[in-house]
């Protein structure tokens, strides 16, 4: 397996040295001059796999691999992402790095869009605590406590019309 993974993180490193060349896109015109959301609303959705040519079942299950070569593999992939411009947002700060490898490789068929100008935030939060692939390392389940008690928008008197309205 230690050359598997040598091998495998060779070409991770291959596709973060020389990334996909960006989809051609030709934005209409009122979108000529903001190349940023012309890529956005035209590029296509393809999985992690299809942009960077290592599909899913490339990537061992961790029972095969030890906590080194896991970690190994996962700071390649985060190579490719980076010179890809793609950012794994939502991923909890005290993951355990075995953990991260797992939602990472078991999630690489997701949808994303190849954005070198805007750049791709990357979820994978089902933002179920029943689904979601961090498990109990995510707060996703946990509700937001707004207070009652907490004071509305003030508005100016003198800018309320007769008719209650603001505007």
């Known amino acids: 397996m230690k050359r598997y993974v040598q091998q495998l993180v060779f070409d991770l490193e291959q596709v973060a040295a020389n990334p996909p060349a960006p989809p ?70 005290d993951l355990p790095p075995e953990m991260l490898y797992d939602v990472i490789t078991t999630n690489w068929a997701q949808l994303i869009q190849y954005l070198p100008n805007a750049g791709f935030d990357l979820e994978f939060c089902t933002s179920d605590s029943h689904t979601c692939p961090y498990g109990d390392y995510c707060d996703c389940g ?14 100016n008197q003198e800018d309320e019309r007769i008719d209650g309205l603001p505007f």
Do not use: R
């Not at 029972?63 to 996962?74: C, P, V, Y």
């Not at 907490?150 to 508005?155: A, F, M, N």
């Open 24 to 93: 051609y896109i030709e934005p209409p015109p009122h979108l000529a001059n903001d190349i940023v959301i012309a890529e956005l609303a035209l590029t296509p959705y393809k999985t992690i796999g299809e942009w960077t040519g290592i599909s899913q079942d490339e990537f061992p299950e961790m029972i095969q691999l030890s906590a080194d070569q896991m970690h190994e593999i996962s700071q390649a992939i985060f190579k490719v992402f980076n010179s890809m411009n793609i950012e794994l947002v939502d991923a909890p700060a």
């Open 142 to 155: 946990l509700e937001h406590d707004f207070s009652l008690d907490d004071e509305p928008p003030s508005v």
